[in-house]
């Protein structure tokens, strides 16, 4: 139901002071000596406004204004046209409006016997410092990162893509918080399905707050249950503004420094902005090292569970040997001593993450050396085991993009190992190959530039070809 305001002053503010419960809510009446009639108020929270531009671009020019008053024009258009010194003001008679300006940070501007009111721009804008994000460091390029602020990452992306064909389509989502947000994409660039598609899920979205763009993540993705990720995330602008460049659709939020991009495919797993800041050669050995890195992750300990196990015959006998001896007098199974130390892992590296940062370093190392030593001291656990998951663990850390999808993929083929042996692993790699191909982002396959091979999706997948011999990706095939 649509609220329109009063036309009484008074009631107007009381109503406003009976809504917004907050000390801070400040109501400024003034009466201009020339013109005791036209009493107007100015109402703003103190915490969200800049009192400069209230006294200086608001109050000030009013009151200068109504000494000598001539034009024949309503009072609120004269102000809001020629007087009110502000980058943004709007006209309004609705209450909702009025409430939705207020709590945002902006001045409201009443007059009496006017059933109209001015929304007046005065936010104050407390910006923090961009810093170099901790999980996309590079060794080369920019140093700077997204903030919490809508219009200022918007101005980073904006520095970046000097260009008309870049689009902002700005919305309001959250019921309560009323957030908005920003989608982004190159018109020249983009399929206009894909853009159709990421605006049909946002107007699904039915969410009393949003204060992350991770909620908007869960929500607008397929495949919500697979571990695999099907939208990307960055705080990065330049890592935002090439997936603009490559076609794809980029969505920021107010609150937030972490933008989105879709579709978000499986090769992308493998990407570093370094890639770009560096040699050709140095960044496609550093692809390809994070491709093997991710199979050794999840594929090691399955193989020494599958070899201990099952396959003794296949190890050559001296060593075999030092394994069987090594296992001597160990209290417990392989399988279990292998997912004991797997959690093991787990715990010192998410102590060491939650734990202020000097802290955190020191126990990590300490923590995972003296408990490794420890414990095959005690003869808890074998050294070949030990080896194992520090192999594990080392490759794991290459990629952070897949952590989650590394933890689970370990479980799943530590049982297959345990199970069937060998022939488990590779039921278990067949099983994951054909998820991965059943997966679709944003209706553009999974496995796009990965499968099938050819020269094409050589050129910045597998490997990074020099930038002159990369053409522009704007052409991912929906259906």
């Given at each position: 139901?649509r609220?329109?305001?009063?036309s009484?002053?008074?009631?107007n503010?009381n109503?406003?002071k009976?809504v917004?419960?907050?000390?801070?809510?400040?109501?400024?009446?003034?009466?201009p000596?020339n013109s005791?009639?036209?009493n107007?108020?100015?109402?703003?929270?103190?915490n969200?406004?800049d009192?400069?531009?209230?006294n200086e671009g608001?109050?000030f020019?009013?009151m200068?204004?109504f000494?000598?008053?001539?034009?024949?024009?309503p009072?609120s258009?004269?102000l809001?046209e020629?007087?009110?010194v502000?980058?943004?003001?709007?006209?309004?008679n609705?209450m909702?409006?009025l409430?939705?300006?207020?709590?945002?940070?902006?001045?409201?501007?009443?007059?009496n016997n006017?059933t109209?009111?001015?929304?007046i721009?005065t936010?104050?804008?407390?910006?923090?410092?961009?810093q170099?994000?901790?999980?996309?460091?590079?060794?080369?390029?920019?140093r700077?990162?997204?903030v919490?602020s809508?219009?200022f990452?918007i101005?980073?992306?904006?520095?970046?893509?000097?260009?008309?064909?870049l689009h902002?389509?700005?919305?309001?989502?959250?019921?309560?918080?009323?957030?908005?947000?920003?989608?982004c994409?190159?018109?020249n660039l983009v399929?206009?399905?894909?853009?159709?598609?990421?605006?049909?899920?946002?107007?699904?979205l039915?969410?009393d707050g949003?204060?992350?763009?991770n909620i908007?993540?869960?929500?607008?993705?397929?495949?919500?249950?697979s571990p695999f990720k099907t939208?990307?995330?960055t705080?990065?602008p330049?890592?935002?503004?090439?997936?603009?460049?490559?076609?794809?659709?980029g969505?920021?939020?107010?609150?937030?420094?972490?933008?989105?991009s879709?579709?978000y495919?499986f090769?992308?797993?493998f990407?570093?902005?370094?890639?770009?800041?560096?040699?050709?050669?140095?960044?496609?050995?550093?692809r390809?090292?994070?491709m093997?890195?991710?199979l050794?992750?999840?594929?090691?300990?399955?193989?020494?569970?599958?070899?201990s196990?099952?396959?003794?015959?296949?190890i050559?006998s001296?060593?075999a040997?030092?394994?069987?001896?090594s296992?001597?007098?160990?209290?417990?199974?392989?399988?279990?001593?292998?997912?004991?130390?797997?959690?093991?892992?787990?715990?010192i590296?998410e102590?060491?993450?939650?734990?202020?940062?000097?802290?955190?370093q020191?126990?990590?190392?300490?923590g995972?050396?003296?408990i490794g030593?420890?414990a095959?001291?005690?003869?808890?656990v074998s050294?070949?085991?030990?080896?194992?998951?520090s192999?594990?663990?080392i490759t794991g850390l290459?990629?952070t993009k897949?952590?989650g999808?590394?933890?689970?993929?370990?479980?799943?083929?530590?049982?297959?190992?345990?199970?069937l042996?060998?022939?488990?692993?590779?039921?278990?790699?067949?099983l994951?190959?054909?998820?991965?191909a059943?997966?679709?982002?944003?209706?553009?396959?999974?496995?796009?530039y990965f499968?099938p091979?050819?020269?094409?999706n050589?050129?910045?997948?597998?490997?990074?070809f020099?930038?002159?011999?990369?053409?522009r990706?704007?052409e991912?095939?929906?259906?």
């Amino acid at each position: 139901m649509r609220r329109f305001l009063f036309s009484d002053l008074t009631d107007n503010v009381n109503h406003i002071k009976s809504v917004i419960c907050d000390d801070l809510l400040t109501a400024r009446f003034f009466s201009p000596p020339n013109s005791p009639k036209d009493n107007f108020c100015v109402i703003y929270l103190r915490n969200l406004v800049d009192n400069k531009i209230v006294n200086e671009g608001i109050v000030f020019p009013i009151m200068l204004f109504f000494q000598n008053r001539s034009s024949g024009k309503p009072l609120s258009e004269v102000l809001k046209e020629k007087i009110i010194v502000s980058s943004q003001i709007q006209l309004t008679n609705l209450m909702d409006e009025l409430f939705a300006g207020l709590l945002s940070g902006m001045t409201v501007l009443l007059l009496n016997n006017s059933t109209e009111c001015l929304l007046i721009e005065t936010n104050l804008r407390d910006v923090r410092a961009p810093q170099e994000p901790d999980n996309e460091k590079v060794l080369r390029g920019p140093r700077e990162s997204f903030v919490e602020s809508l219009d200022f990452n918007i101005q980073l992306i904006r520095r970046r893509i000097v260009s008309t064909d870049l689009h902002l389509d700005y919305q309001v989502i959250g019921k309560d918080t009323k957030t908005r947000i920003c989608i982004c994409y190159m018109q020249n660039l983009v399929s206009p399905d894909l853009v159709s598609i990421v605006k049909a899920r946002l107007a699904r979205l039915n969410f009393d707050g949003i204060l992350d763009t991770n909620i908007i993540n869960e929500q607008i993705k397929d495949a919500r249950y697979s571990p695999f990720k099907t939208i990307g995330v960055t705080e990065r602008p330049d890592v935002l503004a090439g997936k603009l460049l490559e076609g794809k659709v980029g969505i920021i939020a107010e609150g937030t420094p972490v933008a989105l991009s879709m579709p978000y495919l499986f090769i992308d797993n493998f990407y570093s902005p370094d890639d770009y800041y560096l040699n050709v050669y140095f960044a496609s050995f550093g692809r390809i090292l994070r491709m093997i890195g991710f199979l050794v992750s999840i594929l090691t300990p399955a193989l020494y569970i599958a070899i201990s196990t099952h396959h003794w015959e296949i190890i050559p006998s001296p060593m075999a040997l030092t394994i069987a001896h090594s296992q001597q007098d160990i209290p417990l199974p392989t399988i279990l001593e292998c997912v004991v130390m797997l959690i093991i892992f787990e715990l010192i590296r998410e102590t060491g993450l939650r734990t202020p940062i000097g802290i955190g370093q020191a126990l990590s190392i300490v923590g995972a050396i003296v408990i490794g030593q420890a414990a095959v001291q005690a003869r808890l656990v074998s050294s070949p085991m030990v080896i194992v998951i520090s192999l594990t663990a080392i490759t794991g850390l290459i990629n952070t993009k897949l952590k989650g999808l590394v933890i689970f993929a370990r479980i799943f083929f530590l049982l297959m190992a345990f199970l069937l042996g060998l022939f488990g692993i590779a039921l278990g790699v067949l099983l994951l190959i054909a998820h991965i191909a059943g997966l679709k982002s944003f209706n553009v396959s999974y496995l796009a530039y990965f499968w099938p091979l050819s020269r094409k999706n050589l050129q910045d997948h597998f490997i990074r070809f020099p930038k002159q011999n990369i053409h522009r990706q704007g052409e991912q095939e929906h259906g």
